[in-house]
């Protein structure tokens, strides 16, 4: 889900896309959200909303962008994912981690 805010002057539109990963039905993680705009705008709320991590990459929007909706990404693109996914999970472990010992 890396959003791009169009550049730091903020002249350009913002974009946005969304992946979805599940090893157990996909070799690779599938684009399922894309867009700019006002639609870049919802698709960043909605993950906000739903606590989805987001990572602000413009170089990989700007390719994701040209992809197919529902389609997995390309091998090209595997390494790239991989590190972000790799940045989500020790995130979230992270943030279990933290729960745990929490009294609450």
Known sequence: MPP???????????????????REKHRAPLMVAKGAGDIAERIIALAREHGIPIKDDPALVQVLMKLDLNRE????????????LALIY??????RGSRASSPF
């Open 4 to 22: 791009n805010d169009g550049g730091a002057s903020g002249a350009g539109p913002r974009f946005a896309a969304a992946l979805r990963y599940d």
């Open 73 to 84: 990404i390309p091998p090209e693109l595997y390494q790239a994912v991989a590190e972000i």
């Open 90 to 95: 020790r995130a979230d472990e992270s943030f």
